[in-house]
């Protein structure tokens, strides 16, 4: 999270259509989905149980640009509004001690990826906020 608080409202994206605060957002989203906080409609498959999750948690490269999010997760769309840089940190902070504290491999879904370890969890997270870090140039 370090990284990430250095972000600003005029901080420029180096790919895609976020804002900061919308990116914010989105993260906050994801980790809420997650948890079970936010509905998501499920759109894993065998290749994403399976290769997709394998290759996005584990192998280490850096995720591509560009993906396209579920329509919950987009701010454009389903997604939370955002607010201001600021409180969406705010949120984002609380939101990723909630995914921490209350991490539980056995009730946990991700949209793509469905059950994961509570390592595959952990560098999800990790690799998904690095993600959008490197979005921002952080």
């Known amino acids: ?15 895609g259509r976020m804002s900061p605060a919308g990116m914010l957002c989105h993260l906050t989203d994801s980790f809420r989905a997650c948890l079970g906080d936010r509905p998501f409609s499920d759109r894993s498959s065998l290749a994403g149980k399976t290769v997709m999750r394998f290759v996005a948690a ?6 591509p640009k560009g993906i396209q ?11 939370t509004i955002p607010e201001d840089v ?13 995914f921490v504290t209350r991490m539980d491999p056995e ?32």
């Open 1 to 15: 999270m370090m990284r990430i608080s250095g972000l600003r409202a005029d901080s420029e994206r180096e790919w």
């Open 58 to 63: 584990t192998v280490p490269y850096r995720w």
């Open 86 to 98: 600021d409180a969406e940190l705010v949120r984002l902070q609380r939101a990723v001690d909630d």
């Open 69 to 79: 999010t579920l329509p919950e997760m987009d701010q454009e769309q389903q997604g």
């Open 107 to 138: 009730t946990m879904r991700h949209p793509l990826f469905g059950r994961m370890t509570r390592a595959e969890w952990g560098r999800w997270a990790h690799r998904h906020i690095d993600h959008h870090a490197r979005q921002f140039g952080l």
